[in-house]
């Protein structure tokens, strides 16, 4: 058989889109329009378009474009699922993204999701729990050394609303004073000229912020 004549596998792409609702994480799923798995809620996915496609990411800004409403987001790459029995209908590739939306980015889609708390999602199609379980922990893990948590947040924000992000995306309780002071030394914010915010918690108009650069890694824990 001639190298051309191999069988070629299903290639994928699939997004674990996670947002805060209710001050937990959560995926948005959408339900599968054909078989297998045909009206069961799964992650966002498709096949890449091999004639529109220039690479996987292309094919993920086109497939959140077109079943979400979405442009722009975070997104990045989490890892390969591929395996002979992970698809019914065929050896199968997934290349597989987590992307950061912003629940007010969401809602202004005007897209019909379902959103699931990400650590009680249910059962899932075909290895979509497994992908879901991968980029939970990778966001746990980049989430202590990146500004990436503050992706789920608007671009103007305050320091309470970016501890809280942090605190869902790692797990744990935060130390406020230690928090702020970190984030102060890594210069990673800059203050909102003119603009203050009344929160229910504060007494007084609360200073708002934004990130100085789009995504910035450090080399200690937040």
Known sequence: MAETEFPRPIVTVDIVLLTLREERLHIALLPRTAEP??????????????????DAEAAVARILKAKAGLSGIFFEQLQTFASVDRDPRDWSVSIAYFALVPQEVLDEAGVA?????????????????????AARERLRGKGAYSTIPARLL???????ELQAIYETVMGERLDQSAF???????????????????TERARRPTTLYRLKAPLAVFDRRI
């Open 37 to 54: 798995f045909a009206g069961v809620a799964a992650l966002i996915g498709g096949y890449v378009h091999v004639e529109e496609d220039s």
């Open 113 to 133: 999701l379902e959103l699931r708390p990400v650590d009680a999602a249910g059962e899932l199609p075909f290895d979509h729990a497994d992908i879901v379980r």
């Open 154 to 160: 608007p671009d103007i924000f305050t320091m309470s």
């Open 180 to 198: 702020r002071r970190k984030i102060n030394d890594l210069n990673l914010l800059e203050e909102v000229e003119g603009e203050k915010r009344q």
